[in-house]
């Protein structure tokens, strides 16, 4: 059933699929198929380019802000993390600031499908471990370890680069998709978040 069959699905092509399927049955109008073919390339790249699996740019951008972090309080680093960071959120069509109407509503349900892919990889992998992937964490370590990333990428990360409107879509997306993956464990993410905003 459109569209929950299109927010189900994790292939970028199969998603393409099912994306001209709904224009074909006329499930959506002309007007929606543009948009979302739009945001499926601004999200995967264009149609066809390269060959092999489209890169996920929403997912991309989630991980090079995660990489940024640790030199987020350098001085030296900070000015190039503001370009690249303006750059991606433009690239991609994601700055909140620049959004309205059923756009930004679109840019939303995008967002909050790659954190679900997000959230659905971190028990797996180097994610879910320590001691140089020797060790998988304990579940509540494992929690809190995307907790705080979270906060940091969502949150702390924007406020110092005074880009925090920008980022409201992705701050709902992560919260949203943490509390319905984790609903038992948002205290800690709500305790981050609200001693955040009284600084």
Known sequence: MWPESYY??????????????????????????TL?????????????????PPHD??????????????????RFR???????TDQLLTDLGIDA??????RRELVYLELLHAMRIFY?????????????GLMRLKEDKL?????????????????KLAMSERFVLLQQAAYKGFYERYPNHVDLLD??????QEK
């Not at 189900?8 to 929606?32: F, H, S, T, V, Y």
């Not at 979302?36 to 092999?52: F, H, M, N, T």
């Not at 929690?143 to 406020?159: G, H, L, S, T, V």
């Open 78 to 84: 900070r000015r190039s993390i503001l370009r690249e």
């Open 8 to 33: 189900r699905e994790n292939d970028p092509a199969k998603r393409w699929e099912l994306l001209q399927e709904a224009a074909r049955e006329g499930w959506i109008d002309q007007q929606e198929q």
């Open 143 to 159: 929690i809190e370890k995307i907790i705080y990333d979270i906060f940091n990428i969502a949150y702390r990360m924007p406020k």
């Open 97 to 102: 600031t620049q959004l309205e109407g059923s």
């Open 191 to 196: 305790q981050l978040i609200e001693s955040e």
């Open 120 to 132: 659905s990889t971190c028990t797996d992998g180097t994610y879910n471990s320590q001691l140089f």
């Open 36 to 52: 979302r073919e739009e945001l499926w390339s601004l999200r995967y790249g264009q149609k066809k380019v390269k060959k092999g």
């Open 57 to 74: 740019g929403y997912i991309g951008f989630w991980v090079t802000m995660n990489l940024n972090l640790q030199d987020i309080d350098s």
